[in-house]
């Protein structure tokens, strides 16, 4: 009995032991650059989305667009990771069709106009590995300026004429890349 005890007391001190550590555990601060994701439709509660899109979102915070994203520069459309596109149907990109699947989302940016771009690689940190040969489609969109500023790099979906259009905006800056079903 009194070895039972023992084994018993000795357990019982081990688990405080694994509880205590477990407690002491470190988690970093914020990101400077949130996760976000949009989605069409928008409404969290619509099972059957078309498309989303998962990315960071950095901030101006007094900096110069030109000097985050560069004209003429691959650029991975957002912070951090390269954002992460998923099409749940089949959809063209100007005359591409793309097949429903997970892509990585770049742009480069221009004065006149942005060239959108998907590429076949996923999991990827920035554009530093970025590979033309990867790329599932391109298309050349407008760039348009708008009276409000936003701080936050930013994306939205809408739909008009059965064309789905990715909105992205940061400063004042506005680029609209239209996907069709």
Not at 49 to 78: C, E
Not at 92 to 114: Q, S
Request: aromatic fraction near 10%.
């Amino acid at each position: 009995m009194k070895k039972s005890l023992i084994i018993c007391l000795l357990a019982l001190t081990f688990i405080m032991l694994c509880s205590t550590n477990l407690s002491a555990q470190k988690f970093r601060g914020l990101d400077k650059s949130p996760m976000d994701a949009a989605a069409f439709p928008a409404s969290y509660k619509e099972a059957n989305k078309a498309i989303r899109i998962i990315y960071s979102r950095p901030q101006l915070k007094d900096r110069d667009l030109s000097s985050l994203a560069p004209n003429g520069k691959v650029w991975r459309t957002g912070a951090n990771e390269a954002p992460e596109l998923t099409l749940y149907k089949d959809m063209h990109l100007g005359n591409t069709l793309i097949k429903a699947g997970t892509y990585t989302f770049y742009v480069i940016p221009g004065d006149k106009e942005w060239t959108a771009i998907i590429s076949k690689d996923i999991n990827v940190w920035g554009a530093y590995s970025y590979n033309e040969a990867n790329d599932v489609a391109r298309l050349s969109v407008p760039v348009v300026s708008d009276e409000e500023s936003l701080e936050a790099f930013s994306i939205v979906f809408d739909e008009k004429n059965n064309v789905i259009n990715m909105h992205l905006g940061w400063g004042t800056t506005r680029v609209t890349v239209p996907f069709t079903k």
